[in-house]
């Protein structure tokens, strides 16, 4: 569910768990309610601007087979809550006796209240989960007590049950490659749906797992923990090239969470694509660490093909980056950001506003941050309100000062806070300023930046007018136009069509 209606994203977690599942021997069936129906949006009833992407309620039911022991709901991001609680019930109505589970960061931050709220479900799969699903299955097949399963929250007899933490997968060679082939990944190379820019057909992939640092706006302590694992350079190198062959891949979207920690781990993958003569595209959607990023390592991304990459400074005021313990140098950012744009890198950064504590004042440093970057030369920013999200060290915060409440409420206002501009109703962090003030600070942030980005470089203007409407997008706003014409486009052809299909 989307509450802007933006494009949808292959699920790679979802190919990795039906990966384990297979090698483990069990026949396995993938319903991408997305991926089956990338043009098919509907409204979603008492959520004002939200709407369902993909596949209907009974569509999915319809797809289940009917001999199913063990179902699985992926739910990823906790605005899903809602909708899928109603299709967990409706799975349970059509399939009475089997194990339903949930995954997924939403299930991993508040297991309890996701098996309290919905008696559909059985169990929460926490964390990880490749070795819990798979073992829950060969229980469930052959018989034995549940609670020896760790990483599970169990629904049982005397209560909700915890079955112990999971260890994390230490050796990432060990998990197979997604199995792509039990999901609709043609739909999404040739419809060009992407995280990141079009530069092609776009397979998504993933080089680490983890992230070792602790901001307190981020769910990836409860989900993944402190621990960062990297595969070797040329497995994932190997992984591409049998995509270029199976799939006509020629671009790959990074979606790992912390892409670049290591330095001598970038360099040796760089030199490694180099070497064997790889022509493709690659790019790192998500939001990077600029530690490891000096002019070589940028030059050398640049000679290996990496064309957009994200840095995700999150606030330009050291207060607020020392409250939600992002750990970076501004300073040392901008030269890493500099080099990176010299290397002919197409770069964007990441912004959030709202933050506890946060004044105007707070907001006007960021805002200067925000114009350096502009004169730097980056194509693209994001202004993203802040919203307290299950699992996090803020959302803790305003939960236990009675400033959230967890009810249906509140998954409403994460819909319309999170996948929109903020409104009067929204959630606002800081107490130096209403929600609706908040939208404008959003907006005012990033109409300087482009502003000041057009008066530094008129001739992008006349780029955003032809890759617009003629040529193919390069930057975050001009696939943002890209996409907006073109649906005004269908919409005057087939005027009685949601206006928000899919292009």
């Given at each position: 569910?989307s ?17 384990a599942?297979?090698?483990d ?16 949006y ?6 004002p ?70 008696d ?5 799969v926490?964390?990880e989960?490749?070795q819990?699903l ?37 050796e990432?060679?060990g998990?197979?490659n ?5 999901i ?11 995280s990141g820019?079009?530069f092609?057909r ?16 981020c ?19 190997d992984?591409?090239?049998?995509y270029t ?20 781990w ?8 180099i ?15 600029s530690?490891?990023?000096?002019a ?12 957009f990459?994200?840095y ?21 950012m ?16 990441s ?7 946060e ?7 960021t ?5 350096r970057?502009?004169?730097?030369g ?7 309100p802040f ?8 959302f ?17 206002a ?26 404008y600070?959003?907006?005012f ?17 006349f780029?955003?007018f032809?890759?617009?409407?003629v ?15 073109s649906r ?7 005027p ?8």
């Open positions: 569910m509450g802007m209606g933006d494009d949808a994203v292959a699920p790679l977690g979802i190919a990795y768990l039906a990966a599942l297979e090698r021997g069990h026949s396995v069936t993938v319903i991408d309610a997305c991926g089956a129906a990338l043009g098919q509907a409204p979603v009833p008492d959520i601007g939200g709407l369902r992407h993909g596949l209907q309620d009974d569509e999915i039911i319809q797809l289940i087979p009917a001999d199913a022991d063990l179902i699985g709901f992926s739910i990823m991001f906790s605005l899903e809550w809602l909708t899928t609680r109603l299709l967990a019930h409706r799975v349970r109505a059509k399939f009475p006796e089997v194990f339903l589970v949930a995954g997924g960061e939403h299930a991993t931050a508040m297991p309890e209240y996701v098996l309290s709220d919905c559909a479900f059985d169990a929460c926490l964390g989960g490749e819990t798979t073992d829950l299955a060969h229980i469930l097949a052959t018989g034995g007590p549940l609670e020896e399963v760790g990483g599970l929250c169990l629904r049982t007899a005397g209560g909700i049950v915890l079955t112990g933490q999971r260890p994390r997968i230490r990432l060679g998990i197979p997604p199995a792509w082939h039990l609709p990944i043609e739909k999404y190379l040739d419809n060009h749906v992407m820019i079009d092609g776009s397979m998504p992939i993933m080089a680490s797992r983890g992230c070792p640092y602790k901001c307190t706006f769910s990836n302590p409860v989900m993944w923990g402190p621990l960062w694992r990297v595969r070797e350079p040329g497995e994932v190198v992984e591409m090239v049998g062959k199976r799939y006509g891949a020629t671009n790959f979207d990074f979606y790992d969470l912390t892409a670049i920690v290591k330095r001598g970038t360099v040796e993958f760089c030199k490694r694509i070497a064997d003569g790889l022509k493709i595209t690659w790019q790192f959607p998500s939001g990077t660490r530690e490891a990023l000096d070589e390592v940028t030059k050398l991304l640049s000679a290996s093909g990496c064309k990459i994200t995700a400074p999150e606030s330009g005021c050291d207060k607020i980056l020392k409250l939600i313990k992002k750990q970076i140098n501004k300073e040392k901008l030269d890493s950001i500099r080099g990176a744009v010299r290397n002919g890198l197409n770069v964007k950064c912004f959030i506003l709202g933050f506890p504590t004044t105007i004042w707070d907001v006007c440093e805002y200067v941050y925000i114009f970057l502009a004169l730097a980056i194509k693209d920013v994001s202004v993203f919203s307290p999200y299950p699992g996090t060290e803020l803790e915060h305003f939960k236990a000062n009675g400033q959230i409440t967890v009810n249906d409420d509140y998954f409403k994460l819909v319309t806070g999170t996948a929109a501009l903020p409104n009067r109703n929204s959630f606002c962090g800081s107490e130096h300023y209403s929600a609706i003030t908040l939208r600070l959003c907006m942030g990033l109409g300087m930046f482009y502003t000041v980005s057009f008066i530094r470089a008129p001739v992008r203007l780029r955003l032809w890759n617009t409407r040529a193919s997008p390069t930057t975050r706003l001009e696939r943002a136009l890209s996409i907006s014409i005004r486009k269908k919409a005057r052809l087939a009685d069509a949601s206006e928000h299909a899919l292009i």
